[in-house]
C-alpha cells in the first residue's frame, strides 16, 4: 500500500492538466509543563509539521489532490537541572491521494478517519486519539483506503479497508495484526431533526507482544458495531454507542461495551457561554450482556469568548467509580498566525482519564502547561 501511495504522488505531476497549483503550509509549536506528581516534574518541548498539498482539476468536475506531512518533535524533562530525561522522533503525519467530486471522494494511504456524534468521551473513537486537553488536537492517522459517496437526500455511506496498521488506536489495549487486513463501514441518514448512523468494522487482533500468558495468540478475530445520533431541538442532543467482541475467551476482555448521552446549550450571555453535559458508561465482561465490571464518567466543558482575540473554557470529568475529580481551566489568545495557550490543571495523582493516553504524563496532580503555536 504505501508503495503505491509513494509511486502515485511522482506520476501525478506528469499526468495531469487543468489548473493545479503546490500549497506549503506548516505549524510550529513549543511547551512548558509543570505537574507535581510527574516525574520528572518540569518538561518543555517542540513540535514542528510541515504540509504539502497539491491539487488538480480535472474535466467533469472532478479533482484530484494530496497531502504529505511529518510530525518532527522532540521534550525533555528535568526536576533539579542537574539530569534531564529526553525523547524525540521524526514520523510520517499524513501521506494521502485523493480522487473527489460534489458527490464522493476516494482516498488512499496514511490518513485521519473519524466520526460519530459525540464530541469528547467518544465510543466511536476507533482510529484516532484526539484529546480535548490538546489545543493542537493531534492525533495518528491510519494507512488504509476510504470511499465515501454523498446521496442528494444526505444519506451518506462510507467503507474503508485498512492495512499494516499495528498500534492500537482508539480504545483499543491491543495492537492490530500488521499483516491482516481490516474493513468495515458505516450509513448515515437523515433523522428529521438530526440525524442517525451505524457503524461496522472488523480487524485481527494480535496479543503476542502483550506478555499476557495464555493469551498469546497473533490471530484474535473482532468485530466492533457502532450507533450515533444527533439531535438538534431547542438543546443539543447526542447519543453514541459501541460493542466490540473478541472472538476467543479473554475473560474480562471478550465484550467491552460504550455508552454515551450528552446535551449541549449555547447560553445567550456576552457574545455566547456554551455548555455541554456528557455521561459515559465502559463494561468490560466475560459474558456477553453481563454488565458487570464497569465504570461511569461525567464530563462538564463551559467555553466563552471573550472579545475578538481571547478564549476562555474549562473541563471538569468525575470518575464515579475511583471517586476522582479532574479539571482543567484554559485560556486561548489568538493573532492573526500565532496561538498562545495557558492551561491550569488539577487531577488525581493516578490519571487514569478514558481516551487521554496522550495527556497521562503531564497532567497528573497539580499543575500547569504554556503552549506557543505559530501557523504558516
Do not use: C
Request: hydrophobic share 40%; charged share 20%.
Amino acid at each position: 500500500m504505501r508503495r503505491i501511495i509513494s509511486i502515485l504522488f511522482i506520476l501525478i505531476p506528469l499526468v495531469s492538466y487543468g489548473q493545479e497549483g503546490f500549497d506549503f503550509s506548516g505549524q510550529f509549536s513549543s511547551f512548558i509543563n509543570y505537574s507535581s506528581d510527574n516525574e520528572p516534574p518540569l518538561w518543555g518541548g517542540a513540535r514542528y509539521i510541515p504540509e504539502l498539498n497539491y491539487g488538480i482539476a480535472l474535466k467533469n468536475d472532478l479533482l484530484i489532490d494530496m497531502e504529505i506531512s511529518a510530525n518532527i518533535f522532540g521534550n525533555a524533562g528535568t526536576g533539579n537541572f542537574k539530569t534531564f530525561r529526553s525523547s524525540g522522533k521524526i514520523k510520517p503525519y499524513r501521506g494521502w491521494l485523493r480522487l473527489s467530486s460534489e458527490q464522493f471522494e476516494l482516498r488512499a494511504g496514511l490518513q485521519k478517519l473519524n466520526f460519530g456524534s459525540a464530541n469528547i468521551l467518544r465510543p466511536l473513537m476507533w482510529f484516532d486519539q484526539l484529546d480535548p486537553t490538546d489545543p493542537l488536537q493531534l492525533t495518528d492517522g491510519v494507512w488504509g483506503l476510504l470511499g465515501r459517496y454523498y446521496f442528494l437526500n444526505n444519506v451518506n455511506i462510507w467503507a474503508w479497508g485498512l492495512y499494516g496498521n499495528k498500534n492500537p488506536m482508539g480504545w483499543e489495549f491491543v495492537p492490530s495484526n500488521k499483516k491482516i487486513p481490516e474493513y468495515g463501514g458505516r450509513v448515515q441518514f437523515p433523522i428529521g431533526i438530526g440525524e442517525m448512523a451505524f457503524t461496522y468494522h472488523h480487524r485481527v487482533a494480535d496479543m503476542s507482544e502483550l506478555d499476557m500468558p495464555p493469551y498469546d495468540s497473533t490471530r484474535i478475530p473482532e468485530d466492533k458495531f457502532g450507533f450515533d445520533t444527533k439531535i438538534d431541538k431547542v438543546v443539543g442532543f447526542t447519543l453514541e454507542g459501541s460493542y466490540t467482541w473478541k472472538h476467543e475467551d479473554l475473560e474480562y476482555f471478550t465484550h467491552t461495551y460504550l455508552l454515551n448521552a450528552g446535551v449541549d446549550y449555547t447560553f445567550p450571555v456576552g457574545q455566547g457561554l456554551y455548555a455541554g453535559y456528557e455521561h459515559l458508561l465502559y463494561f468490560a465482561d466475560k459474558e456477553q450482556f453481563a454488565f458487570e465490571q464497569g465504570t461511569r464518567f461525567s464530563l462538564l466543558t463551559l467555553n466563552y469568548t471573550v472579545g475578538l482575540l481571547d478564549n476562555i473554557s474549562t473541563m471538569m470529568y468525575y470518575d464515579w467509580t475511583n471517586d476522582n475529580l479532574y479539571s482543567f481551566l484554559s485560556w486561548q489568545r489568538r493573532y492573526d498566525n500565532i496561538m498562545l495557550h495557558f492551561m491550569g490543571f488539577w487531577n488525581p495523582p493516578a490519571f487514569e482519564l478514558p481516551s487521554q493516553q496522550s495527556s497521562s504524563n503531564f497532567f497528573a496532580g497539580k499543575g500547569f502547561q504554556i503552549m506557543f503555536v505559530f501557523n504558516h
